[in-house]
């Protein structure tokens, strides 16, 4: 759905039903269709956006990634009713960049994300050509959305998370991408473009080629990198996205693979996510001597640019991501069947009410964010972040360049600024992206004045 030129864009949200396996019909949600949503193509300056709400609850839609003011971020103090139409212009004022929108209602983004609500945002400037990048949509300019699904023994989706999957993060053991599965991209002899969103709820992938060629990587959350960077490898944990270039001209064929990343609290004993299971296939790609691909060769310069905030006099925020599991297990097993939150940020569980914070516009802060019990994709609404330490060293390759959301495996260090206004009754949310986490109370919301 491409608003550069209309500047306007109509969503609708209902429910319908998906063949994720042919013969077996699922329950599931999407805007402007039965499953996800239409990638919107959003230019710079302002576009007006109306959400039409046909499901048979409460919805939002926030913005994941885009720097605007508190009242048009989507986030829970946003709700859009059953039979309602949310109309807003939204000003995007940053570079282009690969951004997202999911409903956001405290304590249903979990089920209702897994359920479709979600899709792709890419702030464009126009340039892409220009800078040398492949721009045939669906040709050598692939978006895909990569997620992971449980489904019963007759084919359909199921999401039932039990007392260990509230806690650790719901995992499917089917991946999907684009809500497909098991399907193969078929590209030109030339360079690719990939854009990647993980909108799992809680998988974590770490990914490369099965045949190891270098991963390119253009374009992390907040927008383009200065020049392509050769990585082998690259992780992307809930929420997070990233652009890639990979190099077919070769004419092969070769299988996009994921590390089964472990994300268990004492060591991945009984609670594990099935730690040590081995790597496991994302997406299939063969080449196609018959479509011309354009680009046959890695930009030089893709204009993106980084100047490091002055953090010097930042005053200073830590932030710890908390398992609320009061007497061990067990206190985490009442929480839940009590339906206390089992998840909170500093000791203490979301609350719509109360206000963590004060930011103010145009100050720098740095937060230092801990997760001392397992990894957490930690986001913020409002702003591009700069990762500046992790553990204490310099920020793995994949996080040099502007972020919003960064997983924490031990501590992250990161520099934020606001520079759009956030009223009390507008606050922004700082979270966990394991939707369980969120839902769980692993949120917190601040105000900028
Ligand atoms: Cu992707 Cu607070 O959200
Ligand atoms: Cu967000
Ligand atoms: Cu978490």
């Given at each position: 759905m491409?608003?550069?030129?209309?500047r306007?864009?109509?969503?609708?949200?209902?429910?319908?039903?998906?063949?994720?396996v042919?013969?077996?019909?699922?329950?599931?949600?999407?805007?402007?269709?039965?499953?996800?949503g239409?990638?919107?193509?959003?230019?710079?300056?302002?576009t007006?956006?109306?959400?039409?709400?046909?499901?048979?609850?409460t919805?939002?839609s926030?913005?994941?990634?885009?720097?605007?003011?508190?009242?048009v971020?989507?986030?829970?103090?946003?709700?859009?009713?059953?039979?309602d139409?949310w109309?807003?212009?939204?000003?995007?004022?940053?570079p282009a960049a690969p951004?997202?929108?999911?409903?956001?209602?405290?304590?249903r983004?979990?089920?209702?994300?897994?359920?479709g609500?979600?899709?792709?945002?890419?702030?464009s400037?126009g340039?892409?050509?220009?800078?040398?990048l492949?721009?045939?949509?669906?040709?050598?300019?692939?978006?895909l959305?990569l997620?992971d699904k449980?489904?019963?023994?007759?084919?359909?989706?199921?999401y039932?998370?039990?007392?260990?999957?509230?806690?650790?993060g719901f995992?499917?053991?089917v991946?999907?991408?684009?809500?497909?599965v098991?399907?193969?991209a078929?590209?030109p002899?030339s360079?690719?473009?990939?854009?990647?969103?993980?909108?799992?709820?809680?998988?974590?992938?770490?990914l490369s080629?099965?045949?190891?060629?270098?991963?390119?990587?253009?374009?992390?959350?907040?927008g383009?990198?200065?020049a392509?960077?050769?990585?082998?490898?690259?992780?992307?944990?809930?929420?997070e996205?990233?652009?890639?270039?990979?190099?077919?001209?070769?004419?092969?064929?070769d299988?996009?693979?994921s590390?089964?990343?472990?994300?268990?609290?004492?060591?991945?004993?009984m609670m594990?996510?099935?730690?040590?299971?081995g790597?496991?296939?994302?997406?299939a790609?063969?080449?196609?001597?018959?479509?011309?691909?354009?680009?046959?060769?890695l930009?030089?310069?893709?204009?993106?640019?980084?100047?490091?905030l002055?953090?010097?006099?930042?005053?200073r925020?830590?932030?710890?991501?908390?398992m609320?599991?009061?007497?061990g297990?067990?206190?985490?097993?009442?929480r839940?069947?009590?339906g206390?939150s089992?998840?909170?940020?500093?000791g203490r569980?979301?609350?719509?009410?109360?206000?963590?914070f004060?930011?103010k516009?145009?100050?720098?802060?740095r937060w230092?964010?801990?997760?001392?019990?397992?990894?957490?994709?930690?986001?913020?609404?409002?702003?591009?972040?700069?990762v500046?330490a992790?553990n204490?060293?310099?920020?793995?390759?994949?996080n040099?360049?502007?972020k919003?959301?960064v997983?924490?495996?031990?501590?992250?260090d990161?520099?934020v600024?606001?520079d759009?206004?956030?009223p009390?009754n507008?606050?922004?949310m700082?979270?966990?992206?394991?939707?369980?986490?969120?839902?769980g109370?692993?949120m917190?919301?601040?105000?900028?004045?």
């Amino acid at each position: 759905m491409d608003a550069t030129g209309s500047r306007r864009v109509a969503l609708v949200a209902a429910r319908g039903e998906t063949e994720f396996v042919a013969g077996a019909a699922s329950r599931t949600a999407g805007f402007n269709g039965s499953y996800l949503g239409p990638i919107l193509r959003l230019p710079q300056g302002e576009t007006e956006i109306s959400v039409r709400n046909e499901m048979d609850e409460t919805i939002s839609s926030h913005w994941h990634g885009l720097v605007i003011p508190g009242e048009v971020d989507g986030g829970p103090h946003q709700p859009v009713a059953p039979g309602d139409t949310w109309t807003i212009a939204l000003p995007v004022d940053q570079p282009a960049a690969p951004a997202w929108f999911h409903t956001h209602m405290h304590g249903r983004t979990a089920p209702l994300v897994h359920a479709g609500l979600a899709g792709v945002i890419q702030i464009s400037d126009g340039q892409d050509a220009a800078r040398g990048l492949p721009v045939d949509h669906g040709v050598d300019d692939l978006t895909l959305v990569l997620q992971d699904k449980r489904f019963d023994r007759s084919g359909r989706m199921v999401y039932d998370p039990a007392m260990h999957d509230t806690m650790m993060g719901f995992l499917g053991d089917v991946i999907t991408v684009n809500g497909q599965v098991g399907s193969t991209a078929v590209v030109p002899q030339s360079i690719v473009r990939l854009r990647l969103l993980n909108a799992s709820n809680a998988r974590l992938f770490d990914l490369s080629f099965a045949s190891g060629r270098p991963l390119h990587l253009i374009a992390t959350d907040g927008g383009f990198l200065p020049a392509p960077v050769s990585v082998d490898r690259i992780s992307l944990a809930p929420g997070e996205r990233a652009e890639l270039l990979v190099d077919f001209t070769a004419a092969q064929g070769d299988r996009l693979v994921s590390r089964d990343v472990a994300n268990s609290m004492m060591g991945g004993g009984m609670m594990g996510n099935r730690a040590g299971a081995g790597p496991f296939d994302v997406l299939a790609f063969a080449t196609d001597s018959g479509v011309q691909g354009r680009i046959d060769h890695l930009p030089e310069d893709l204009g993106g640019s980084r100047p490091r905030l002055d953090g010097s006099n930042a005053p200073r925020r830590q932030i710890s991501l908390d398992m609320m599991m009061g007497g061990g297990m067990m206190g985490g097993m009442m929480r839940r069947l009590t339906g206390a939150s089992t998840h909170g940020i500093n000791g203490r569980s979301f609350d719509m009410e109360r206000i963590d914070f004060e930011a103010k516009t145009g100050q720098v802060e740095r937060w230092q964010i801990t997760a001392p019990m397992m990894k957490h994709p930690f986001h913020v609404h409002g702003t591009r972040f700069q990762v500046i330490a992790e553990n204490g060293g310099a920020p793995k390759v994949q996080n040099r360049g502007w972020k919003d959301t960064v997983l924490v495996d031990g501590s992250v260090d990161i520099l934020v600024r606001f520079d759009r206004t956030a009223p009390r009754n507008a606050p922004y949310m700082y979270h966990c992206h394991i939707l369980e986490h969120e839902d769980g109370g692993m949120m917190g919301q601040f105000t900028v004045a």
